[in-house]
């Protein structure tokens, strides 16, 4: 799936380096991904707010891109809840299922953080343009060229991918061989895409190959320049800030529970 473009869409975050949102988004998840505690989440989860209002999305597409998420969360919570680790009183029991004080904490805990990761990050990324990314790490970072643009390549054509599929499904049905055997029908569709995805990959290939791309010795220029200013590193500053105040509250609470030691 392409993400639309930055351009199409208004706020502070909007036109700021993809760089800096990718660096937001980490700065954000990775130290929240190190506890499983209720104060760091919801700190977490109310301070990012702000990301969230002023990423330039409206409220259906928010909606829309996160529908994993609201769907997952709940799932996550039941499944803790029933087979997580048992602590404190015993509030139902039945069979492997065991459900406890520490084991509802545990999970409200875990869904509460991944709401409090996955709804800011989500909201970053979804004015991340993949060219502008692509451009980024190539300049700023000095990642591999011939990596970066394949990579970036390759997403481009998931959007030709689905129109095959759905040009392949109308071409089966027009000869009357897409009504019987769902099962074998999937499959030969899989295999018929797999085909049409390899000839692709390799025409392009081709066509990259004879226009340089990845020949060693010669320096690449660039259609654009991919800045990063003092703005796109403050948003990293700020992003970096919530999660820090996450955690220095639940540290100074009391209420840091680090995932190894959960584990263990």
């Known amino acids: 799936m392409i993400l639309d473009s930055p351009r199409t869409r208004t706020g502070p975050i909007v036109s700021r380096s993809a ?17 499983v505690d209720l104060v760091s989440a919801a700190v977490a989860l109310a301070l990012g707010l702000g990301i969230i209002l002023t990423s330039g999305l409206t409220p259906r597409e928010f909606f829309l891109r996160t529908l994993p998420i609201w769907i997952g969360a709940p ?6 809840s029933l087979y997580g680790v048992a602590r404190g009183e015993i509030l139902f029991e039945w ?3 065991r459900v406890s004080e520490g084991s509802l904490e545990l999970a409200l805990a875990s869904a509460l953080r991944l709401f409090a990761v996955g709804l800011p990050s989500i909201a970053l990324f979804a004015s991340i343009d993949p060219t502008d990314l692509a451009d980024g790490l190539i300049q700023r970072l000095h990642f591999s060229p011939r990596f970066v643009m394949g990579a970036l390549a390759a997403m481009r054509l998931l959007g030709l991918l689905t129109n095959d599929a759905r040009s392949l499904a109308l071409a ?21 895409l797999f085909v049409l995805a390899i000839r692709r990959g390799t025409t392009l290939s081709t066509a990259m190959e004879a226009r340089g791309f990845g020949v060693p010795g010669i320096r690449r220029t660039h259609a654009r320049v991919a800045t990063f200013d003092r703005r796109d590193a403050l948003l990293i500053l700020v992003c970096l800030a919530i999660s820090g105040t996450a955690v220095g509250v639940a540290v100074a609470t009391g209420a840091w529970n680090f995932v190894f030691t959960i584990a263990a």
Request: glycine letters at 12%.
């Open 95 to 97: 069979g492997v299922m």
């Open 75 to 80: 799932s996550v919570f039941v499944t803790v």
């Open 172 to 192: 089966r049905r027009a000869r009357g061989v897409a009504d019987h055997g769902r099962v074998r029908r999937f499959f030969g569709a899989a295999f018929a």
């Open 19 to 35: 760089l800096a949102k990718l660096g937001g988004a980490l700065a954000l998840s990775v130290p929240l991904v190190l506890s």
